[in-house]
Nanobody, 117 residues
Framework: QVQLVESGGGLVQPGGSLRLSCAAS????????MGWYRQAPGLQRELVAT???????NYGDSVKGRFTISRNNVKDTVYLQMNSLKPEDTAVYYC???????????WGQGTQVAVSS
């Protein structure tokens, strides 16, 4: 029902910035929440940020104050602006899509973010 295409990952120095994008191709129109999760090797996947259809945001404690999530409802696209990046932010970042009123949760393939000198 939903296909997610992520972009924007890469290598950046500590203190630098990156912006991730996730575009959703949706076949069934309904209210949804989108967000980002990340997973480093050997660690559990953790919440980065989510945003609802009306713009309510939720951030993981480790990224509060540094990352900002936003969405373009016309394009069904979410963005993650990452500032003041730290080596601990290194992970594969996965886009997530979840319907509010119907079943269905979808994941992107992931995009690698590496923070290193």
């Amino acid at each position: 029902q939903v296909q997610l295409v992520e972009s924007g990952g890469g290598l950046v120095q500590p203190g630098g910035s990156l912006r991730l994008s996730c575009a959703a191709s949706i076949s069934v129109s309904s209210t949804y929440t989108m967000g980002w999760y990340r997973q480093a090797p050997g660690l559990q996947r953790e919440l980065v940020a989510t945003i609802t259809s009306i713009g309510t945001t939720n951030y993981g404690d480790s990224v509060k104050g540094r990352f900002t999530i936003s969405r373009n409802n016309v394009k069904d696209t979410v963005y993650l602006q990452m500032n003041s990046l730290k080596p601990e932010d290194t992970a594969v970042y996965y886009c997530n899509f979840r319907y509010f009123f119907m079943s269905g949760e979808y994941w992107g393939q992931g995009t690698q973010v590496a923070v290193s000198s």
